[in-house]
């Protein structure tokens, strides 16, 4: 009989392999047509703008052609904004925004998660966090700059709040839509409050933590760059600010673009950590 | 565990009811069972679908409280989930970020016991269900049988008193659950493990089980107990031919009756 089982179990194994090609190879066919979609998409706006400013039918103070973004973001690149090099705009903006997010993940999962598991905790901080949530970060931004200081303290304490609820909201929900029979099955193993948080709950609720970082992430990025519109005298968000001021509009642009291709950079690698962290997500 | 007296009770339930809601909306799921689970025994629970078999393994197991009657465990009551008390649920709730090597260990480590003989039983019981070597999988990767032999594996790894199994094939393919059947026979035998065990198959009580127990339908009363020995002659002979002899068919056609009267 053992024997019969294991060519059993053979055989199974061989039948999920089977599958497994089958599903990736509708995968990769799917994603082709999609990246050429993409592709597609991105030329014709890059063509149409080119066309417009090649018909003059703006003044090249509001839109700017193709080329010239192009040479101003050479000479940027070269010569810093403001005798600034443009990493180190870059780097400011990006250090508040990762260090505010460090501490909203590592403040926000531990009581997301309590919240989920312990009403009581839940009802202290619960309220709280639906008072201040749908409120426009900038609203309570210019409090924290009286606060803190013009400085990176009252941005990183707004993007940290900003980046905080999102967080803590999907913890809450991973926690609620836990698989109770997760947490059953390991106390009838003989695990204890501490272990089915640490082993159990944590885990289970790595997807969804996850989709909250990300969240977070969103959130604080664009928070980031309207509060360096607001108050502030470095930073890539102030660039911008600073060159709309002086008409610069070719600046505008290559701000705007950097942050665009910023942003999708650091999401692409919060997805790849996803991928790599929660390995087995969607595979229950 | 072995040493222990054949004839210990394990479980005693006594005159115990359980209540689902409040009074004018109240469901009474389980009425005045009383029940004992001797050592060694395998117990299998049969009745149509919401008759509160799974109620009756949620109470054993510790997940439910009795709303009234009491449940006992060698004489002490049964308070809240214990390692003592294996569960195997219909759907594996394996943990899918954990390998299957850490699946089965996960009971024996929180339980603390030496690193050394946390390795020996994930290997004897990964053998025992015909499993050895695919440790480093992850449980995603496996077919549901062989979750299910898992799922097994890790339950048994803490050497539970009694193992309760909620309808733990019905998921499974007809083949695949016939070998799952052999399988859960063979370890019964050699580990002389208790099991209780609920099911909807006729067959797969018969042909497992030493005691029957039919409930009834809303509230569930427990119509009638039935001493067997097939699964005894199966595992002497080798073969399932039992389930051609008339005196099978004798008690398969009862409880078939009692069931089908329970339906109307």
Not at chain 1, 142 to 159: A, N, R
Not at chain 2, 129 to 148: A, C, H, P, R, W
Not at chain 2, 158 to 179: K, S, W
Request: glycine share 6%; hydrophobic share 45%; aromatic share 10%.
């Amino acid at each position: 009989m053992a024997e019969k089982n294991l060519n059993n179990s053979k055989e199974e194994k061989n039948k999920i392999k089977w599958a497994d090609n089958l599903l990736n190879k509708k995968d990769t066919k799917t994603n082709k047509t999609e990246k050429t979609l993409t592709f597609l998409t991105w030329a014709s706006i890059f063509i149409i703008w080119y066309i417009i400013t090649k018909l003059k039918l703006f003044s090249p103070t509001l839109l700017p052609s193709p080329l010239r973004v192009w040479r101003s973001f050479l000479f940027i690149l070269e010569n810093g904004y403001n005798n600034v090099p443009i990493w180190i705009h870059l780097g400011t903006s990006l250090k508040r925004l990762f260090v505010a997010l460090f501490f909203a993940i590592f403040t926000a999962v531990p009581l997301g998660l309590l919240s989920g598991y312990f009403s009581k905790v839940e009802a202290v901080i619960d309220s709280v966090i639906e008072f201040y949530r749908p409120l426009p970060p900038l609203a309570y931004y210019t409090l924290l700059v009286l606060w803190f200081g013009i400085d990176d303290l009252s941005k990183q304490v707004l993007l940290f709040l900003a980046a905080f609820a999102p967080i803590y909201i999907a913890c809450v929900s991973a926690v609620r839509k836990l698989n109770k029979d997760f947490v059953l099955s390991a106390e009838s193993l003989g695990a204890n409050q501490k272990d089915i948080f640490l082993k159990i709950v944590l885990p289970a609720s790595m997807p969804e933590i996850f989709t909250g970082i990300r969240t977070a992430f969103g959130v604080a990025y664009t928070t980031l760059v309207s509060a360096e519109m607001v108050a502030a005298t470095s930073g890539i968000g102030w660039m911008v600010l600073d060159a709309s001021n002086f008409l610069k509009s070719e600046v505008i642009f290559v701000g705007i673009i950097i942050m665009g291709i910023t942003g999708v950079i650091i999401d692409a690698g919060l997805r790849y950590l996803e991928k790599k962290i929660i390995f087995w997500k969607g595979k229950v | 565990m072995n040493t222990k007296s054949k004839n210990e009770v394990l479980i005693k339930i006594k005159d115990m009811s359980v209540v689902y809601g409040k009074e004018n909306q109240s469901l009474i799921a389980l009425k005045d069972i009383n029940l004992e689970i001797k050592r060694g025994e395998f117990i299998c629970v049969l009745g149509p679908s919401g008759c509160g078999k799974s109620t009756l393994l949620k109470t054993i197991a510790g997940y439910l409280k009795p709303t009234s009657g009491e449940c006992l465990m060698q004489g002490k009551k049964i308070t809240g989930p214990d390692w003592h008390r294996g569960v195997i649920f219909q759907s594996p709730t394996l943990y899918p970020w954990m390998s299957v090597k850490d699946n089965v260990e996960f009971g024996p480590k929180m339980r603390g016991l030496p690193n050394k003989k946390i390795k020996k039983i994930r290997k004897y019981f990964l053998e025992e269900v015909n499993l050895s070597g695919i440790e480093d999988q992850y449980t995603f990767e496996l077919s549901g049988g062989m979750k299910q032999r898992v799922a097994l594996a890790r339950v048994l790894a803490n050497y539970p008193q009694v193992v309760l199994m909620d309808e733990p094939f019905g998921a499974l393919d007809a083949l695949t659950r016939d070998n799952m059947q052999n399988l859960i026979r063979n370890i019964w035998m050699e580990n002389k493990t208790t099991i209780f065990f609920i099911t909807h198959d006729v067959d797969e009580a018969l042909s497992l089980g030493t005691r029957v127990i039919v409930l009834s339908k809303q509230p569930g009363v427990i119509l009638k107990k039935f001493d067997i020995d097939f699964t005894k002659r199966i595992l002497k002979n080798n073969s399932k031919n039992v389930v051609y002899q008339d005196d099978y068919f004798k008690v398969k056609n009862e409880i078939l009756d009692i069931i089908h009267n329970q339906i109307e």
